[in-house]
């Protein structure tokens, strides 16, 4: 199994930055690919960084990875920014297994105007 947490949301004013990070930890034989996705009220969950990046991120946002972690840097922030940021992880529970895949519990970033 695979333990994802997630740190770094809060509230920021209008143009401000955040950095959220995620840490996997737990039995598991490689992890193979980390991403966010984020989901406001109302709203689908959508992609923010992966493979891609979210077309509203527009050069704002940049993920980085660093073996186990990963994290997101977010500046010039928006209130359409506002929303649950959600890591992802897939994840090799042995060398012969599937990609299974896992969520964190989100983190809140909050932008007010």
């Known amino acids: 199994q695979v333990q994802l947490v997630e740190s770094g949301g809060g509230l920021v004013q209008a143009g401000g930055s955040l950095r959220l990070s995620c840490a996997a930890s737990?039995?598991?034989?490689?992890?193979?690919?980390m991403g966010w996705y984020r989901q406001a009220p109302g709203k689908q969950r959508e992609l923010v960084a992966g493979?891609?990046?979210?077309?509203f991120v527009k050069g704002r946002f940049t993920m980085t990875r660093d073996e186990n972690s990963v994290y997101l840097q977010m500046n010039n922030l928006q209130p359409e920014d506002t929303a649950v940021y959600y890591c992802?992880?897939?994840?090799?529970?042995?060398?012969?297994?599937?990609?299974?895949?896992?969520w964190g519990q989100g983190t809140l970033v909050t932008v007010s105007s």
């Open positions: 493979a891609e990046y979210g077309d």
């Open positions: 992802a992880a897939e994840a090799l529970l042995d060398r012969d297994g599937s990609p299974v895949e896992y």
């Open positions: 737990g039995n598991f034989f490689a992890i193979i690919g």
